[in-house]
C-alpha cells in the first residue's frame, strides 16, 4: 500500500514549457485534490475531483488543467509555465471528503522551478 | 483570503514544555482539522473535531474547539524535539468540497 504517490520529485522548467504532475493513489479514494504551497502562504487549492470523470476549480486554478479518467489517477497539467508558479505541489486524496469527516492523505511533494 | 489563520507564526521551545497554537476562521463550519508537516514533506493529519464538539484527546493532543468565537487551539503536551515541525489548521467553509488551510505554525523543540 504506497499511499498517495507523486512524480517526479523535482522539475525544473523554462518559461512557456508544458508539463504533467502525475498522482496516483491506491486506496480506492473517491477525492483528490492539488494544492501548491508557497513559503509563509500555507497550501492553496488548486482543482479538485470528486470521482472519476468529475473536477472542479479550487482557490487558484488559473494556468492548471486536470483531468479524472480513473479512480487512482489524477495529473496536474501546467499549460505554459510561468515563473509565479514556481512552487511546492502537492496531491491528496480522502475516501470521501464530502461528508466533512475524512482527513486528506497527502504524497511528497513536486518541487517545481520555472526559470 | 484564506478561511484559518495560525497564531504565532513561529513557536520556539524547550524539550518537555508544552506547546500551545491557535487557529481562527472567518465561516461556519462543519468540522475542523488539524495537520502537521515536517520539513521537506507532505502534510500529515493529527486530529479532526466537529463542530457539536468542544475537546478532544489523542496522545499528547489536545484539541479545543469554540465556534461562537470562531477558534481553536491545538496544545502539544511534554513536547519532544520530534515535534518539531510546521502545524496547519484547515475547515471546509459551508461543507464544500474545498479544504482550506491556514499559513501555519512553525514550532521547533529544542533538547
Known amino acids: 500500500n504506497a499511499g498517495v504517490t507523486q512524480t517526479p520529485k523535482f522539475q525544473v522548467l523554462k518559461t512557456g514549457q508544458s508539463m504533467t504532475l502525475q498522482c496516483a493513489q491506491d486506496?480506492?479514494?473517491?477525492?483528490m485534490s492539488w494544492y501548491r504551497q508557497d513559503p509563509g502562504m500555507g497550501l492553496r487549492l488548486i482543482h479538485y475531483s470528486v470521482g472519476a470523470g468529475i473536477t472542479d476549480q479550487g482557490e487558484v486554478p488559473n494556468g492548471y488543467n486536470v483531468s479524472r479518467s480513473t479512480t487512482e489517477d489524477f495529473p496536474l497539467r501546467l499549460l505554459s509555465a510561468a515563473p509565479s508558479q514556481t512552487s511546492v505541489y502537492f496531491c491528496?486524496?480522502?475516501?470521501?471528503f464530502g461528508t466533512g469527516h475524512s482527513p486528506l492523505h497527502f504524497g511528497n511533494g513536486t518541487r517545481l522551478t520555472v526559470t | 483570503s484564506q478561511q484559518g489563520e495560525e497564531d504565532p507564526q513561529a513557536l520556539s521551545i524547550q524539550e518537555g514544555e508544552n506547546a500551545t497554537m491557535n487557529c481562527s476562521y472567518k465561516t461556519s463550519i462543519n468540522n475542523l482539522q488539524w495537520y502537521r508537516q515536517n520539513s521537506g514533506r507532505g502534510l500529515v493529519h493529527l486530529i479532526l473535531i466537529r463542530s457539536n464538539e468542544r475537546e478532544k484527546h489523542s496522545g499528547r493532543l489536545r484539541v479545543t474547539l469554540d465556534t461562537s468565537k470562531k477558534s481553536s487551539s491545538l496544545l502539544i503536551t511534554a513536547s519532544r524535539a520530534a515535534d518539531t515541525a510546521s502545524y496547519f489548521c484547515a475547515t471546509a467553509p459551508g461543507g464544500y468540497n474545498k479544504l482550506i488551510f491556514g499559513a501555519g505554525t512553525r514550532l521547533a523543540v529544542h533538547p
Open positions: 491528496a486524496s480522502s475516501y470521501s
Open positions: 486506496m480506492n479514494h473517491e477525492y
